[in-house]
């Protein structure tokens, strides 16, 4: 900053001022100011200033998975909505598991975020008291948690795979089979699991087709695997709903392999909306949640809470959509 100030000829106080946008500094001076900082290539280190002041200019958000590109709509449209206000996002990575996301969380707290998202309303008993006693906005998404710890954004997947099996029982389907992953750790996959055999059972109809495929995520290749197990032992099944659409494309291939016609011969809808569903052949029925709207609506609300202060607790339920397309006609 030393530097900066010689080259502007200024003092680095002004220096200081300037890069932060003070309005004692004029436009004159602080154009000269940061073409020198340019010239020189040096940038503000904020750390002694959020010690000062106490706040930071990033917001924490923990996913479950990186490759996943749902999670990554959400928190694009998160990061569009919060870089308005000079906000950047601090992302951490839980891998689906709830330890990992305490050991994250309790760094990221460290750190003293503005605010922090996390993904899915199921934590350890440590988190939940960690995050209740943050001090900073806490936004629970994808989720609508019983109890939840602050704000939330999000919807059920029980209800919204409940809709999948209604499709397909109007279309006088009745032998229909679930696959999904380890419910221990993919808290949403067991949801929509609960949601499915809820759904059946309201119907009158045997629920017990359902066939674990792996740890989550679950990959293509699991989905494929799924489906082969399935038509091994109940090769009458008329209808499949995957917990994703990447599993149900696995599912569409090992038909496909096995000769067996979709939707003539059995129909199969994942979960999702994602690209690859809509352009494979047959394209898939699946579950739109709008990832993208979760993201926006999160970022919505921390900027009201900034400009107003603290709020009472929050609940935005967001309406995931039925999309009917090849595999179900």
Not at 182 to 199: E, I
Request: proline fraction near 5%; charge should be neutral; include cysteine.
């Amino acid at each position: 900053m030393t530097d900066v100030a010689r080259l502007a000829g200024v003092s680095p106080m002004t220096v200081s001022r300037a890069l932060k946008s003070d309005r004692l500094v004029n436009h004159q001076t602080r154009a000269r100011i940061l073409s020198a900082a340019e010239e020189l290539g040096y940038l503000l280190d904020s750390t002694a200033s959020s010690l000062r002041s106490q706040k930071t200019d990033f917001v924490a958000v923990t996913i479950p998975s990186i490759n996943n590109a749902n999670f990554a709509d959400t928190v694009g449209a998160l990061n569009e909505g919060l870089k308005a206000r000079g906000l950047q996002i601090l992302l951490g990575y839980t891998n689906y598991d709830i330890q990992e996301e305490e050991r994250l969380i309790e760094q990221l707290l460290r750190r003293k975020p503005q605010a922090i998202v996390v993904t899915g309303g199921k934590h350890t008993p440590r988190t939940r008291r960690m995050l209740e006693n943050a001090l900073v906005p806490v936004i629970e998404t994808w989720d609508l948690p019983d109890a939840p710890i602050n704000h939330v954004i999000g919807f059920s997947n029980a209800q919204a795979v409940q809709v999948m099996v209604d499709h397909f029982v109007a279309k006088g389907l009745t032998r229909i089979a679930f696959i999904g992953g380890d419910a221990d750790r993919d808290t949403r996959g067991l949801d929509r699991r609960r949601g499915f055999v809820a759904a059946m059972q309201r119907h009158g109809l045997n629920a017990n087709r359902l066939v674990a495929a792996g740890p989550p995520p679950i990959s293509m290749r699991e989905g494929a695997d799924a489906m082969s197990h399935l038509l091994d032992t109940d090769p009458d099944t008329e209808a499949v709903i995957c917990v994703s659409d990447l599993s149900a494309f696995g599912a569409l291939s090992a038909c496909q392999r096995r000769g067996v016609r979709v939707p003539e011969q059995i129909s199969i809808a994942g979960f999702g909306n994602y690209e690859l569903g809509s352009i494979c052949v047959p394209s898939i029925t699946t579950i739109d949640p709008s990832p993208r709207k979760i993201g926006q609506q999160a970022a919505e609300l921390l900027c009201e809470i900034l400009d107003q202060g603290a709020l009472i607790p929050v609940r935005r339920e967001i309406l995931p959509q039925l999309l009917i397309r090849e595999s179900t006609l």
